[in-house]
């Protein structure tokens, strides 16, 4: 059984940085994919970032250049480090992971960004 647990969540002012972390209880390079996800209150939940086995990145738009998604396979962790947050990045953000036909949700990390 795998398990997915995010951290590094928190209240920051709008231009703040966090680090999230995405920590695995299996070993992470079997994963074909990992990534974040974030919902807002009301919304629909909507993919943010993913990273591949290889260590290919990408972003949704409205995250390019703010935002950074990185693995440490050693720690069995993803990281996603988020620069001049604003009150739009607001949300609880999940982790998931992927392999194969099997999916992996973490429980979420509470971001929110006060003005």
């Known amino acids: 059984q795998v398990q997915l647990v995010e951290s590094g969540g928190g209240l920051v002012q709008a231009g703040g940085s966090l680090r999230l972390s995405c920590a695995a209880s299996?070993?992470?390079?079997?994963?074909?994919?990992m990534g974040w996800y974030r919902q807002a209150p009301g919304k629909q939940r909507e993919w943010v970032a993913t990273?591949?086995?290889?260590?290919?990145?990408s972003y949704t738009d409205s995250v390019k250049g703010r935002f950074t998604i990185s693995r440490d396979n050693a720690k069995n962790t993803v990281y996603l480090q988020m620069n001049s947050l604003n009150t739009e990045d607001t949300a609880v953000y999940y982790c998931?992971?992927?392999?194969?036909?099997?999916?992996?949700w973490g429980q979420g990390t509470q971001v929110t960004v006060s003005s």
């Open positions: 998931k992971a992927g392999r194969g036909f099997d999916h992996y």
């Open positions: 299996g070993n992470i390079i079997s994963f074909v994919y």
């Open positions: 990273i591949t086995s290889g260590g290919i990145t």
